[in-house]
Structure formats: C-alpha cells, structure tokens
C-alpha cells in the first residue's frame, strides 16, 4: 500500500516564514561575520562543542555542536551557519524543549523549523553582499538538498513534493525576492 504524502498545513508554512527569531540575531559584521556570530552564541551562554566528523551541526538548548569541518569554512558559510544553528537555539527557548523535540520527530514541523533556521542563512549571504542572482541559485539549491523528499535523512521524502517549492519561495522571500 502506497503511503500517503504528508501536505504542510497553513501554521507550518507560517511559523517557517515568520522571521521573528531571526530577528534576534545581532546584525551582520562585515569586517568579522562568523566571529561576531559566534561570539553573539557565546553571549546568550550558549557553549560551542565539538561534534564527531561526518555529522550534522546540532543544537540543544545550552550547546551548539559543529563538527571539525565547520572550522575550515570560508568566513561567509561559518558565518551563515552559526546564525542558522542560532536561530535553532532560540526555537529552543521560543517552544520549550517538550515542544521542540515533538516538532523536530515530525517531518512538516522539522522542515518548518529548517527552513526558518536557513532563511537566517539566507539572509546572511545577502548581508555579506551576495548577488540576487547568486540568491535565487542559493535557494534553489537549498531548497532542492535540504527541503525536497530527496532528503532521506529528515524523513523529508514524506512530504508531498510542493514542500520544496514552498521552501524556495520562503527562502527567497526572506532576502526579498519575491517570485
Ligand atoms: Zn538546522
């Protein structure tokens, strides 16, 4: 029997478009963006620890984990990926970790606390000067590895497959293009 595909309900698209905890976000510093991240993490408290290579970055409420090829990156991507870890960080204290942990085990509110995360990512290599045309194939991209039921590891390949294109548009309106 063929398994129904999960559709992402109104509230899902919302809270994944709702720019609110990226707005807690110290603004980008051009001159040092993955230092002032990174320091802003260490502000709030938030402990940065290794994880094991070959993993994912993870974050729990107190700790941001990044694994050792995080530290190799360009400034742009250390940058843009510390504030999405960050953006996971506040969800965290937004929901509760009850609230978080149940979201994260259901692919439609993983994909909206994903696509939320990275439209801080977005919206960081837009600050840093990259071009629209960049953008749009950024969040294609994304959009295509991260958001699309090819995406085995989130159980992402649940979701019907109007998911990505959601995600696209999100992403890309986060950083105002609208489509
Ligand atoms: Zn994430």
């Known amino acids: 029997m063929a398994r129904r595909k999960l ?8 809270y994944a478009a709702d720019g609110a905890n990226a707005d807690l976000l ?25 994880t094991l290579k070959g993993r994912p970055a993870t974050t729990f409420r107190a700790a941001v984990f990044f694994p050792p090829h995080f530290w190799t990156q360009s400034d742009q991507v250390r940058a843009a990926w510390a504030r999405h870890e960050l953006v996971h ?7 509760g970790r009850v609230v978080f942990l149940l979201r994260y085990s259901d692919p439609r509110w993983r994909w909206a606390l994903e696509v939320q995360a990275e439209c801080a990512a977005m919206q960081t290599y837009r600050d840093l000067g990259e071009s ?4 749009v194939r950024r969040a294609t991209k994304r959009a295509h ?20 294109k959601h995600a696209r548009e999100i992403l890309l309106c986060s950083v105002g293009i609208k489509r």
Do not use: C, K, M
Not at 7 to 13: E, I, K, N, P
Not at 89 to 95: D, H, K, T, V, Y
Not at 132 to 135: G, H, K, N, Q, S
């Open 26 to 50: 110290d603004p980008v510093d051009p001159d040092d963006p993955a230092g002032a991240v990174i320091r802003q993490i260490e502000h709030l408290g938030v402990r940065i620890l290794p």
């Open 132 to 135: 629209e045309a960049d953008l």
């Open 7 to 14: 559709t992402l309900r109104a509230s899902q698209l919302e």
């Open 145 to 164: 590895d991260e958001f699309s039921n090819r995406n085995r590891s989130y159980r992402f390949h649940r979701l019907e497959n109007g998911a990505e």
């Open 89 to 95: 960080n506040f969800q965290w204290r937004q929901l």
